[in-house]
């Protein structure tokens, strides 16, 4: 397969800080490809660098073909941009939120008509087209800023928390046009979110913690990194149940919200045993298969959090240029 998006080296420093330190990846045509990480693990950073919404302090990005330094007005023209904070106009309609946005990419008038309907009726919001945006739900607003995110056909999706806030049916509702868009357009979607059930339909998934890329590999591969099953118990005394899981099977529990647990191999094999042979009286036992959740908790030491907005600021300039009719100007 093709190279989409190639990135080597790159490094972006705010002063004394260095948001993201010297990673390489590559993007390859046509597939779904996950970035996660917490707050401050330098994702935001990067995508803006892929964006050409900032400048990298040193390093390499190549996105279709072009430098994202030298040539960002092609660049540009190459990506759609679904960011998470909203950025249509509710005051406007549907058809007129997309024609501006058609206006402001050039696209020709003799093929803007036929490409909103287009994109307008594979989100299924062609009968709410004359509707004022205000009016919408917030998964129709979604669903309408991924349309005018695909309106120039980019040949790169960012989707930045696509689904944030939104219920699980409509979430789910989105992610069947994005998997079916995938399909239909052979489009490559670059997508950042907190729902780890979301990043597990990724071909690939990279972590990234303290501006350095931990782990890059399919979601099968980085389950299996857990190293086994996930018991869970609740105990009468946890701290004597600790004390016990590891005087017995030298195996250190962990304790959450949820109880006490712990990694095995075998669980179905182990949690007899455990239970013929346990001293602490145990209220519940369970076990479950690694989550995409595990892999990060193991590999990082901590739980991924939700983000409040990324940064705002940034993404407000972006939309204020745009509707400015200025796509190129950002530097």
Not at 170 to 188: A, F, K, N, P, V
Request: proline share 3%.
């Amino acid at each position: 397969m093709n190279k989409i998006i190639e990135v080597e080296h790159l490094v972006k420093r705010f002063h004394q800080i260095v948001a993201v330190n010297d990673i390489s990846f590559e993007v390859e045509e046509g597939e779904i490809f996950g970035f996660l990480g917490p707050n401050g693990a330098g994702k935001t950073t990067t995508i803006n660098i892929l964006c050409t919404l900032m400048k990298p302090t040193s390093g390499r990005v190549i996105l279709a073909g072009f430098d994202v330094v030298r040539q960002q007005n092609q660049v540009r023209r190459s990506i759609g941009l679904v960011f998470q904070d909203p950025s249509l106009d509710i005051r406007l309609t549907a058809l007129q939120n997309l024609n501006f946005h058609a206006f402001v990419y050039n696209i020709p008038r003799a093929v803007r008509r036929k490409r909103i309907e287009d994109v307008l009726r594979m989100v299924e919001l062609w009968d709410r087209r004359k509707d004022a945006v205000r009016n919408y739900s917030g998964g129709m607003r979604r669903r309408l800023e991924i349309a005018r995110g695909l309106l120039h056909y980019p040949k790169v999706l960012f989707l930045d928390e696509p689904t944030l806030g939104l219920d699980p049916q409509t979430r789910h509702h989105i992610w069947d046009y994005i998997l079916d868009l995938r399909q239909r357009e052979s489009i490559t979607i670059f997508l950042t979110t907190h729902y780890m059930d979301e990043a597990a339909v990724a071909d690939r998934i990279a972590i990234i913690d303290y501006g350095k890329i931990i782990a890059l590999d399919t979601p099968d591969a980085l389950k299996k990194r857990v190293g086994g099953d996930i018991v869970t118990l609740k105990t009468e005394n946890d701290e004597a149940a600790i004390a016990e899981i590891r005087h017995h099977y030298s195996i250190d529990a962990q304790r959450d919200s949820e109880g006490l647990f712990f990694e095995v191999q075998n669980a179905e094999e182990f949690i007899p045993l455990l239970i013929n042979n346990f001293n602490t009286e145990i209220h519940s036992i369970s076990l479950r298969r690694p989550t995409l959740d595990d892999v990060f908790l193991k590999l990082t030491g901590h739980q991924i959090r939700e983000e409040a907005g990324g940064d705002v600021a940034m993404r407000r300039q972006w939309a204020m240029r745009q509707a400015r009719g200025q796509p190129g100007r950002f530097r």
